[in-house]
């Protein structure tokens, strides 16, 4: 949680004193060859007509806007008020907003789970907009939404678009498109004709017209679309299924869509031609965890999305424990092991417990699901008398939940590496025995007595403290990342106050990589 009295330290007190004398940015922090041009998902449906940038809609004079002082932004618009995350309105400082538009954009799918977490904290806060944010263009806005619809994060998107207001265009078209991928169309089709300001797309109108029950009217602009080139020969065909499906029911299925939108696949669902997510963007995966889905879709789609952190460990966990498996091999193999332990677990049965511990943990770590399993079981194993192996093990697995102090607080290590692990949950400085490797040895250094000089001093120094956490994210997210540039990282996060974020990504870095 970050504190008044951690944003006093942003001053140069906090700096070492090489630090403190002229602060140089790295020249590599600032190239942004490597971050992504400001576009949108390829994937969007194109729902709302946008009239061309170079043409001009009127003869008059162009119109001046004019906000009232006080007016909010669309760009400081969020979910979590500063009395959440702590964070100060200012954040975003003197960076620029096409800047940390990239830097959004340039945050993994899937990362470092501390980090993604923090990340999605940064997109669903309320935060004063950079100082040269245009009122009329949401590009940080749209940043935002676009990094939780990559993640697969619906929910929150849906509810910061819906903060905000489907007035513009863009905003809407993401809006439109989620609501199609959470069974919501009925309510996307309302609100778009209680909006004379919002144009439809012809196969976005043909779509609302077919579920208000109006068939002849959207079997007319189907074919005035066509007529007049608008509607592509791959979208009639799958738009005259749709509106007549017993016609074709003796054609071959439609070929695959390798630019599916989710309102082709709306549309597809509707004939029976749904396609599998697996190859899907995330935001897709949503549509398999309903039980119409089949199980085996839903394990799939749930262990997606909480890779990326856009479902919660407990709905992970009730998709994983909803039925015996009749199968064995992949994905079957890890839900029995959970399922044994599981039920073990819930017997209170100590011994049946540390059994089936190990294999259970062995299969999580197979498909990149610990920090999952951590948060579903790290309390319950506590109130677990575990022993010997089992109860390191039981530890390990505390550390990398949120309960990770009290873990360290509760126990005695029993060996090096545990003493080094209950330091970091404790923000304590140790030494990291040698056998830890390079990365331990780097979280070492920025959690030692004195904090060392660290590359975001320039940034911190030039009021642009929310870009250089997102910029450190990205050093914690990358899988080649350098030791030295962990350190930085952690030190920055420390620095400014983020002591928890610091202190789990430390111990995921370090309990993931061993």
Do not use: K
Not at 134 to 146: E, G, I, N
Not at 349 to 371: C, I, K, V
């Amino acid at each position: 949680m970050w504190t008044r009295a951690a944003v006093l330290l942003l001053g140069a007190s906090v700096l070492p004193a090489a630090a403190q004398e002229v602060p140089v940015v790295p020249p590599e922090l600032l190239d942004m060859s490597d971050l992504p041009e400001l576009s949108s998902p390829d994937w969007l449906s194109d729902t709302v007509t946008r009239p061309h940038a170079d043409i001009a809609t009127s003869a008059l004079p162009p119109e001046v806007t004019v906000m009232p002082l006080g007016a909010v932004t669309i760009d400081a618009v969020g979910l979590l008020p500063r009395s959440i995350t702590g964070l100060p309105a200012d954040l975003w400082g003197s960076s620029e907003t096409e800047t940390l538009t990239r830097l959004f954009r340039a945050q993994p799918v899937q990362g470092l789970p501390a980090i993604q977490s923090f990340t999605e904290t940064l997109a669903l806060a309320e935060l004063d907009p950079p100082a040269d944010a245009a009122p009329d263009l949401p590009q940080l806005f749209l940043a935002r939404v676009d990094m939780l619809l990559a993640r697969g994060a619906l929910d929150p998107a849906q509810a910061l678009i819906e903060r905000a207001g489907a007035s513009d265009a863009e905003v809407f078209r993401r809006w439109f498109d989620v609501s199609l991928l959470t069974g919501h169309a009925d309510r996307a089709c309302q609100t778009m004709e209680a909006s004379p300001d919002l144009a439809p797309t012809l196969p976005a109108r043909i779509l609302c017209l077919a579920r208000a029950g109006d068939w002849p009217a959207a079997a007319l602009a189907l074919d005035t679309g066509e007529a007049l080139g608008r509607i592509t020969r791959p979208e009639g065909d799958l738009i005259a299924r749709f509106l007549d499906p017993e016609l074709f029911e003796e054609e071959p299925p439609l070929p695959p869509d390798p630019d599916l939108t989710p309102l082709a696949f709306h549309m597809r669902a509707a004939i029976g031609e749904r396609p599998a997510t697996t190859t899907l963007p995330l935001a897709f995966a949503h549509a398999d965890l309903s039980d119409l889905a089949g199980w085996n879709a839903q394990l799939d789609a749930s262990e997606r999305l909480i890779r990326s952190g856009a479902i919660e460990a407990g709905q992970w966990l009730a998709i994983y424990t909803a039925r015996v498996p009749s199968a064995s091999g992949g994905v079957w193999d890890r839900v029995a092991a959970l399922q044994r332990f599981d039920a073990a677990l819930l017997a209170g049965d100590a011994t049946e417990t540390a059994a089936r511990l190990a294999p259970a943990w062995d299969a999580m770590q197979a498909a990149g699901l610990e920090t999952a399993f951590a948060e579903a079981y790290a309390q319950r194993l506590m109130r677990s008398p575990l022993t010997g192996e089992a109860g390191l093990l039981a530890r390990r697995i505390g550390l990398l939940s949120p309960v990770y102090e009290e873990v360290a607080q509760a126990a005695v290590p029993q060996t090096d590496a545990e003493r080094f692990a209950f330091a970091l949950a404790r923000g304590l400085p140790a030494p990291a025995p040698a056998r830890l490797g390079l990365v331990a040895s780097a979280a070492a250094r920025a959690f030692a007595a004195e904090p060392p000089a660290h590359r975001y001093a320039w940034f911190l120094q030039n009021d642009r403290l929310g870009e250089a956490l997102l910029r450190a994210a990205l050093v914690l997210s990358d899988a080649e990342r350098d030791p030295d540039d962990i350190t930085d990282a952690l030190t920055l996060y420390r620095t400014v106050g983020l002591e928890d974020v610091a202190r789990r990504a430390a111990l995921q870095l370090v309990l993931l990589e061993g």
